[in-house]
């Protein structure tokens, strides 16, 4: 079956800690983009990447990196530099930029900040 | 940028009662509208969109939307709610020109039995 694989489920993160979060698609989609999700803010995007090797910042990317070596893969890495990471992450993709922009989503990790 | 507005961010309804769901967006030209659903820890699944031609557009489930230009709106509607309907719904919407979605704040649907 295809579809967007995000893992893992859960991490706990110590302050000042970088970590990395996998997000891996096998639809053969172009597009790949990051979202973060808190209670009551809708999703906000992160990073958003249209082909290998690059990506763009979206509307709150301070904090976070990501890189795209794949087309299949999108890793996103929260830094020590982010300073409220506690949140819902989600990862998304679409087919194609010039057609209708309809993204699928993975089922999202969920980040806790001790 | 596209701004989108979802009225109520709670809304209860009893099963078997209509559901209704307001989006309104900001654009000067038609956008691409999507309502997307999502359970409790989990990602967003697609329920319908909005692309070009007939107004009223039909989704997985037994949802309905209809889009109105002069309004710039989108509203979700179902006539029979169900149970398994208590999830939280997000409207978003992208333009032609751009490839990146804008999402209103969610609406939390709870259903009494």
């Known amino acids: 079956d295809g579809g967007i694989t995000q893992s893992p489920k859960y991490l706990f993160r110590k302050e000042g800690q970088n970590v990395t979060l996998s997000c891996e698609q096998n639809?053969?989609?172009?597009?790949m983009y990051w979202y973060r999700q808190d209670p009551g803010q809708g999703l906000r995007l992160i990073y958003y990447s249209q082909i290998v090797n690059d990506f763009q910042k979206g509307d709150i990317a301070e904090g976070y990196s990501v890189s795209r070596e794949k087309k299949e893969s999108f890793p996103l890495t929260v830094t020590s530099a982010q300073k409220n990471p506690t949140a819902f992450y989600l990862c998304?993709?679409?087919?194609?930029?010039?057609?209708?922009?309809?993204?699928?989503f993975g089922p999202g990790t969920r980040l806790t900040v001790l | 940028a596209q701004s989108v507005t979802q009225l109520g961010s709670h809304v209860s309804v009893s099963e078997g009662a209509l559901v209704l769901l307001r989006c309104n967006y900001s654009?000067?030209?038609?956008?691409?509208l999507f309502w997307y659903v999502q359970y409790p820890n989990q990602g967003l699944q697609l329920l319908l969109k909005y692309t070009t031609g007939a107004t009223l557009v039909k989704g997985i489930n037994g949802f309905e939307a209809e889009f109105k230009k002069s309004e710039t709106s989108f509203h979700l509607t179902k006539p029979s709610a169900h149970m398994s309907d208590a999830a939280e719904y997000f409207c978003?919407?992208?333009?032609?020109?751009?490839?990146?979605?804008?999402f209103g704040a969610g609406t939390t649907v709870t259903v009494r039995a």
């Open positions: 998304a993709s679409s087919i194609d930029l010039g057609s209708v922009k309809e993204q699928f």
């Open positions: 978003a919407v992208s333009d032609y020109s751009d490839y990146k979605l804008s």
């Open positions: 639809l053969n989609h172009d597009a």
């Open positions: 654009s000067s030209v038609p956008p691409y």
